[in-house]
């Protein structure tokens, strides 16, 4: 059955939101910091390459938006274009490609956040400091 093109479109903005989220949870947030700096020693510190670039994968959202993007096509049966393989690779790199353009989103964010929330920590103290003087 083909689905129309407009609609394809919408699931791969609305499926890359999940890669995004897990991945960036994985390989950010305190929740998983301890796996990950398991990840990040054997990444630098396995004797073989291929032990090395295992755990890698662990601790780069790029590389692990790729692998969560391919669960996400098992599980979602998506493909873009196409109904065949090539649906599933043009899916599969479309979706890589829309996750990290949103993590990279959410970094630039949380950057303005933390920036914010640090200026107006400063304000505070600069104002504690005034009102003893």
């Known amino acids: 059955m083909d689905i129309p093109i407009g609609?394809?479109?919408?699931?791969?903005?609305?499926?890359?939101?999940?890669?995004a989220c897990i991945a960036w949870t994985v390989t950010h947030e305190e929740v998983f910091r301890e796996p990950r700096e398991f990840c990040e020693k054997k990444s630098k510190e396995c004797q073989k390459l291929l032990q090395r670039k295992f755990f890698y994968l662990f601790t780069c959202e790029y590389c692990f938006s790729h692998y969560v993007t391919i669960f996400m096509l098992v599980i979602t049966g998506f493909k873009l274009i196409f109904n065949d393989w090539r649906g599933y690779l043009i899916a599969g790199f479309s979706l890589v490609w829309i996750a990290n353009i949103y993590m990279s989103?959410?970094?630039?964010?949380?950057?303005?956040?933390k920036k914010v929330k640090f200026e107006a920590n400063i304000k505070e103290v600069e104002h504690k400091r005034a009102a003893e003087e």
């Open 105 to 113: 989103l959410f970094a630039l964010i949380r950057v303005d956040l």
């Open 7 to 19: 609609t394809q479109i919408l699931y791969l903005f609305f499926l890359a939101i999940p890669i």
